[in-house]
């Protein structure tokens, strides 16, 4: 990022998404994060190949269960898709901006399906539940 930092700050458009915030940082539904910082699954192993550290960089560039997205993002990226030629794409057009948000919503909302069918068939006490969202009633209906 350090070397587009000016350029990223200085855009006009271009909206961070939840997920494409992810799929930038690494925080999200990748074995890496969820073992070794979020402490909910108990390797780093990805959940959709035989890979033994799933990462951000393992599913934008290398995972096999995501080739139908990658070859989407590479009709208009370009062939290379590490991060920084995806960040210096973002930045030149906001087709490429739209290009590589469309590749991090349909990839992590994927993912996070599949944690969730994890989470419910997993009898692992150490896996927590996410957090699920309270219903907040209006004042005339009983809690």
Same mark, same amino acid.
Request: hydrophobic share 35%; net charge neutral.
């Given at each position: 990022?350090?070397?587009?930092?000016?350029?990223?700050?200085?855009r006009?458009?271009?909206?961070?998404?939840?997920?494409?915030?992810?799929?930038l940082?690494?925080?999200?539904?990748?074995g890496?994060?969820?073992?070794?910082?979020?402490?909910?699954e108990q390797t780093?192993?990805?959940?959709?190949?035989?890979?033994e550290r799933d990462? =951000?960089?393992?599913?934008?560039?290398?995972?096999?269960?995501?080739?139908? #997205? $990658?070859a989407?993002?590479?009709?208009? +990226?370009g062939?290379?898709?590490?991060l920084?030629?995806?960040v210096?794409?973002?930045?030149s057009?906001?087709?490429?901006?739209?290009?590589?948000?469309?590749?991090a919503?349909?990839?992590?909302s994927?993912?996070?399906?599949?944690e969730r069918?994890?989470? =419910?068939e997993?009898?692992?006490p150490?896996?927590?539940?996410?957090?699920? #969202? $309270?219903?907040?009633?209006?004042?005339d +209906?009983?809690t």
């Amino acid at each position: 990022m350090r070397p587009v930092l000016r350029e990223w700050a200085d855009r006009e458009g271009g909206a961070l998404t939840y997920r494409l915030t992810q799929v930038l940082t690494g925080h999200g539904c990748f074995g890496r994060y969820l073992c070794d910082i979020a402490r909910r699954e108990q390797t780093t192993a990805c959940h959709h190949c035989d890979d033994e550290r799933d990462t =951000a960089q393992h599913t934008l560039l290398a995972c096999p269960a995501w080739t139908e #997205q $990658r070859a989407a993002l590479q009709a208009t +990226v370009g062939d290379d898709i590490s991060l920084p030629v995806i960040v210096r794409a973002m930045l030149s057009s906001e087709n490429s901006w739209r290009a590589v948000a469309t590749f991090a919503e349909e990839l992590m909302s994927a993912k996070e399906e599949s944690e969730r069918r994890r989470e =419910a068939e997993s009898l692992d006490p150490r896996r927590r539940p996410r957090r699920r #969202q $309270r219903v907040r009633h209006g004042p005339d +209906v009983p809690t």
